[in-house]
């Protein structure tokens, strides 16, 4: 049984009758409860994070020794747009995989960075249950008071997927402006570097 039909068993008594098509189910704001943040605090407190991203920079490692490896993570480069992202592993739950995307979140905005958007969409695809949470992190709006406006990692974006409650991947993205009017951004991997704890 899928978890959209056991959900619906449990809710109203009966089974949601199967379909092919897509459907939107919610659409909100995400915004952290109390007590996910203090579950957050007493997780990352404990050194719970640890293991998870060392997983994530060993895979990284194997990546980087080579290009064609079958590993678990990857990258994307051009000069518009930088990113990585990994695959959820059965290892570490769904929680934990969230509290990873938010211990990412904190450290953009221990670099200066204000979470602009947060959203979460669940849709239903061939009877499975997908959630997809999307963060959109810029600069502050006074930093366009300077000239060059600064972008440093330009405008980062953090993708959570879930399908039916396990961590599908998390993916970070950075897009860059190439206009004149803004700095230079800095070299990707160093935000890398800062989110991975290398």
């Known amino acids: 049984m899928t978890l959209i039909n056991r959900l619906f068993r449990e809710l109203f008594g009966q089974e949601k009758e199967n379909s092919l098509e897509d459907e939107q189910l919610v659409r909100e704001t995400i915004v952290p409860t109390q007590f996910f943040l203090e579950e957050y605090e007493q997780w990352a407190q404990a050194g719970l994070h640890n293991d998870l991203l060392v997983f994530v920079r060993e895979q990284r490692a194997i990546r980087q020794a080579d290009d064609n490896a079958d590993c678990n993570y990857f990258t994307f480069r051009s000069e518009a747009s930088n990113g990585f992202y990994f695959i959820g592993e059965e290892d570490w739950s769904n ?45 502050p709006l006074s930093s366009r008071m300077q000239s060059p406006i600064p972008q440093l990692w330009g405008n980062v974006h953090i993708e959570h997927k879930i399908i039916d409650d396990r961590s599908n991947y998390i993916k970070i993205m950075a897009n860059v402006y190439s206009d004149r009017g803004y700095e230079k951004a800095r070299d990707f991997i160093g935000l890398e570097e800062i989110l991975l704890g290398l």
């Open 95 to 139: 929680k934990d995989h969230s509290f990873l995307v938010h211990h990412f979140s904190k450290l953009l905005l221990a670099e200066g960075y204000v979470l602009n958007n947060a959203r979460r969409d669940l849709s239903q695809k061939d009877g499975k249950l997908i959630c997809n949470e999307d963060f959109y992190f810029k600069l």
